[in-house]
């Protein structure tokens, strides 16, 4: 079994930066890919960045230029940066990684933007 823990969340006014954690335990072989999701009240979960083991990343478009994603391979671990935080943003963050054979994600934490 694989066991994702996520950390960072918050609330933060809008401007404002935070710092996202997600880190991997238990039976890994060969992580993919790691990367985060999120789901807004009433809409449906997005890709917000995702980084493989090669070290590729793609991001929603809405995040671009904004939040950065980064992986440490040997704490199988990927930490999402935020800044320019907007109310938009809002949402319930999950993290998630491809370990073969199969996705897994991790329980979600909120991020709340606003004044």
């Known amino acids: 079994q694989v066991q994702l823990a996520e950390s960072g969340g918050g609330l933060v006014q809008p401007g404002g930066s935070l710092r996202l954690s997600c880190a991997a335990s238990?039976?890994?072989?060969?992580?993919?890919?790691m990367g985060w999701y999120r789901q807004a009240p009433g809409r449906q979960r997005e890709l917000v960045a995702v980084?493989?083991?090669?070290?590729?990343?793609k991001y929603g478009d809405s995040v671009k230029g904004r939040f950065t994603i980064a992986r440490d391979d040997a704490e199988n671990t990927v930490y999402l940066q935020m800044n320019s935080l907007k109310s938009e943003d809002t949402a319930v963050y999950y993290c998630?990684?491809?370990?073969?054979?199969?996705?897994?994600w991790g329980p979600g934490v909120q991020v709340t933007v606003s004044s």
């Open positions: 238990g039976s890994i072989s060969s992580i993919y890919s």
């Open positions: 980084i493989t083991s090669g070290g590729s990343t």
């Open positions: 998630n990684a491809f370990i073969l054979p199969r996705d897994y």
